[in-house]
C-alpha cells in the first residue's frame, strides 16, 4: 500500500511558525526524491521545496527562501517543513509528494508532473 502521510497545518499569525511533517510508507518509502508543494484553490499548484534522499541538496522555491527549510529523517522516512515569518500569500493546502525515479521531464524536478505519489495535504491558514 503507497501512503504519504502529512500533519501540522493550522492557523498561524502572519510572522509565527508552523512545522510540517510527512511519513512515506509502501512503495512511496523507496522513492528517490520528496518534494512539497502547495495550492490556493482556483490556482495550480505550486512548487514549494524538495530534496532527494540521498543527497545534501535542497531546492526551494523563491517565494519561500531564507523562510522555509526542509529537512529528511531516512530512518523514519520522514520529511519536515519548517516554515518561519509566515505570510498570508503562504496560506494554502500543503501535500507532500514522492519521485520514483530521476527526473524525466525536460522541465526538471519542480514539475509535479514528476511526483508519483501525493499525500492528502495539510492546511496552512496565516492570518494577517
Known amino acids: 500500500q503507497v501512503k504519504l502521510v502529512e500533519s501540522g497545518g493550522g492557523l498561524v499569525q502572519a510572522g509565527g511558525s508552523l512545522k510540517l511533517s510527512c511519513t512515506a510508507s509502501?512503495?512511496?518509502?523507496?522513492?528517490?526524491?520528496m518534494a512539497w508543494f502547495r495550492q490556493v484553490i482556483g490556482k495550480d499548484r505550486e512548487f514549494v521545496a524538495l530534496?532527494?534522499?540521498?543527497?545534501?541538496?535542497?531546492d526551494y522555491a523563491d517565494s519561500v527562501k531564507g523562510r522555509f527549510t526542509m529537512s529528511k529523517d531516512f530512518a523514519k522516512r520522514t520529511v519536515y517543513l519548517q516554515m518561519n515569518n509566515l505570510k498570508p500569500e503562504d496560506t494554502a493546502l500543503y501535500y507532500c509528494?514522492?519521485?520514483?525515479?530521476?527526473?524525466?521531464?525536460?522541465?526538471?524536478?519542480?514539475?509535479?508532473?514528476?511526483?508519483?505519489?501525493w499525500g492528502q495535504g495539510t492546511q496552512v491558514t496565516v492570518s494577517s
Open positions: 509528494a514522492a519521485d520514483m525515479e530521476v527526473t524525466v521531464f525536460s522541465s526538471g524536478p519542480r514539475d509535479e508532473r514528476e511526483y508519483n505519489y
Open positions: 509502501g512503495r512511496a518509502a523507496e522513492s528517490y526524491a
Open positions: 530534496s532527494p534522499w540521498t543527497e545534501d541538496t535542497t
